[in-house]
């Protein structure tokens, strides 16, 4: 028999261990569910609503002023699974441990979703029971595609008018394809919603108690009508079953008897292999359906050791490639997935440990510097709560204190453990603004300031503009730039005024061209040569950069090559265009010459950048604006006057679905269009209309635009 993966040390072995995120697109209740789970697990002693600015996981000032979760937040708790008639336990000394990451659920925040993804075992995606699939849930959804998550859906606000179980569960199935499959149906909907059917044990969970705020509940036989519905469901999950796991299949074709037992065990290798996802119905505000969950989480979504082994690569040769299986007794490794600034505490780095342990005082090394870091302090997160560790275990979710050169995304790792992890991608920015303190001492701290939010959020990139010596911030939408002047001011004391929100274009190529520079500089004495020919091509949109060195014969000498390339990447920060940043291109360095006295690495940089000039600008550049995609939920009423305003935008309709009075409109819009939107949204519909957007992709801006925009250079 093999050694246990878990030290006997630790409290909860790692096959009692779950990793989940809630995730969902804003207002679908993500903070409101895992208020409950905190409540219901004995984590916390009262529940706080989002709406009065006391949800346990929105701490943030800037959160609870807007009601709206804006940096992903890390509980722990535990569970122990329901019994058949009860009373929900605390979680003391309880079986499983829970570590729970509530993220954002607006575009803007969508790194903070992209990075907790990254190191999550499993994740519970919240769709409201109104509104369906929006677009947020897609991103999400692709989020967890990308990274193999395995997924529960929770369909909350069942309590709410127009609500529909049946037609989310179609939603899913015909948006984002996936095998969705009832494992808890709710009991009525709105202000008849009791409780749930549950399709595994065909039993009724009925919450009796709104006073004790939904922690009893009792397990009953099923009326004829709900027995009905439950047989229907099951009959269902047992054929999408059969389709996906074999044990299930053989049953199901030998017409043998098929026990809850043997439905949970196909359901949880069904739903770890990403080929069924169980979905579960109730209300987190009126306290209906989490106990449930929980237990479903317990059962469906994988510990540690069901998940493959975390892959990576030697960081000398990324060809190598190297695992990290979890266990406590293998070799240390873990990914920093998140950097946070605590005035109380200083810089926080949040990690998920893969294998291994780490201990105070232990040194470990980043595979990105290799250098070393030696561990001073380690906590627990519980929110904005800090409790100190002495040691965190492979599948643990903690932070270590003052790390000084540990970025998010970077491999840590036990000496002459050689791995490197896959970091998580984060998206460009797409809006920039000029940012200016308002007084001296302002000014001495904002750069400090700058770089410290800068470090915590990827999406956030700050530059300078030497001509006029501005200070540019871009993100990812208006309210991001706003949350980070808040910030400034709440947590740095900096103060600072800002220009109106730019768009962050692109330029690009359309055709291949050629460029050539020759530098020839003699002012006496020593001079300067550097001689370039290249090509350059355009790419696939995304692709990106790509370069290729093609000199052969010695053309230009060796020790210059590299100078030549950094010439290349310096030019394709300033297009030829309007000054943006030159993306999806080739090039190719075919040629040039030397001098075996004059020439030097600044002279063939100088030349490479010139060069690039003049091969863009035969190229047929183009200019790149960032297209977002929108959604609009509007009474019927209105639709015609929101789709009316959103083609003067120079949008274009994808879609109109309507139900139950209420229709949502998405469109393509050009990002530069936006501006001022929900003041004319809310204009155009009485109030009574809201709406989302997020990135899609960058598109060529048309002639009559660019016309308008390049006017002032003519």
Known sequence: MSASPSSPERAFPLERTRNIGIAAHIDAGKTTLTERILFYTGAIHKIGEVHDGQATTDWMEQERARGITITSAAVTC?????????????????????????????????????????????????????????????????????????????????????????????DVREKLGANAQPVLLPIGSQDSLRGQIDVVNLKAVIYSDDDLLGSTYEVTELTDEQLEIATA????????????????????????????????????RATLANAIVPVVGGAAFKNKGVQYLLDAVVDYLPSPLEIPAAEGTSSEDATVAVEAPADDRGQFCALAFKLWSDKFVGKLVFIRVYSGTVSKGDKIYNSRTGRAERIGRLIQIQSNDHTDIETCYAGDIAAIVGPKNVRTGDTL????????????????????????????????????????????????????????????????????LEIIRSRLEAEFSVRTGAGKPQIAYREAIAAPAGGEYKLVKQTGGKGQYGHVVLRVAPNERGKGFTFVNRIVGGEIPKEFHAACEAGIRESLSNGVILGYPVVDIHVDLVGGSSHEVDSNEQSFKIAAILAMRDAVAAA????????????????????????????????????????????????????????GYATD???????RASFSMEPLRFEEVPAPVLDRLTAHLV
């Open 413 to 480: 790792h036990a000496d002459g453990f050689d791995i490197m992890l896959e970091p998580p991608a984060f998206p460009d920015p797409v809006i920039s603004m000029a940012i200016e303190p308002k007084t001296t001492a302002d000014s001495d701290r904002l750069s400090d300031a700058l770089a410290r939010l800068s470090d915590e959020d990827p999406t956030f990139v700050v530059s300078r503009n030497e001509e006029t010596g501005q200070t540019i911030v871009a993100g990812m939408g208006e309210l991001h």
């Open 78 to 170: 535990g569970w122990t699974q329901s019994e058949e008639v009860g009373v929900y336990k605390s979680a003391a000394g309880e079986p499983h441990r829970v570590n729970i990451i509530d993220t954002p659920g607006h575009v803007d925040f969508t790194a903070e979703v992209e990075r907790s993804l990254r190191v999550l075992d499993g994740v519970v995606v919240v769709f409201c029971g109104v509104a369906g699939v929006q677009p947020q849930s897609e991103t999400v959804w692709r989020q967890a595609d990308k990274y193999r998550v395995p997924r529960i859906i929770f369909v909350n606000k069942m309590d709410r008018v127009g609500a529909d179980f049946d037609a989310v569960v179609a």
């Open 620 to 675: 047929s550049p183009q200019l790149l604006e960032p297209v977002m995609q929108v959604a609009v939920e509007v009474p019927d009423e209105h639709q015609g006057d929101i789709i009316g305003d959103l083609n003067r935008r120079r949008g274009r309709i994808a879609e109109v679905d309507s139900r139950a009075g209420l229709s949502q409109v998405r469109a393509e819009v050009p990002m530069a269009e936006m501006f």
């Open 681 to 687: 949204m809310r204009s155009l519909s009485k109030g």
């Open 233 to 268: 469901a099951r009959q269902s999950l047992l054929e999408a079953l059969a389709d996906v796991d074999d044990e299930i299949a053989n049953l199901y074709l030998e017409e043998a008897e098929i026990l809850p037992s043997h439905i949970k065990g196909g359901l949880r």
